[in-house]
């Protein structure tokens, strides 16, 4: 789990609001069995939105379809 404090500030000024954020990290054989258990076949496996092979340490972007 990632925890991080964000603070966003107005480009006009105005009052600085600030949250804490909490995130959950799941491998991508982790997404895809959670995907499976939904009912979805995954159909792709990706590293960037440009279709760029998966890696180690890479964002992870799955495709998935529901049977019919």
């Given at each position: 789990?990632?925890k991080?404090?964000?603070?966003?500030?107005?480009a006009?000024?105005?009052?600085?609001?600030?949250?804490?954020?909490s995130?959950?990290?799941?491998?991508?054989?982790?997404?895809?069995?959670?995907?499976?258990?939904?009912?979805?076949?995954?159909?792709?496996?990706?590293?960037?939105?440009?279709?760029?092979?998966?890696?180690?340490?890479?964002?992870?972007?799955?495709?998935?379809?529901?049977?019919?």
């Open positions: 789990r990632v991080k404090r964000v603070s966003i500030t107005p006009s000024g105005g009052e600085v609001v600030s949250y804490e954020e995130v959950r990290l799941y491998s991508p054989d982790d997404l895809e069995a959670m995907l499976g258990a939904a009912g979805l076949r995954v159909v792709g496996r990706y590293g960037a939105l440009d279709g760029a092979a998966l890696g180690a340490g890479h964002r992870c972007i799955l495709v998935a379809e529901r049977s019919l």
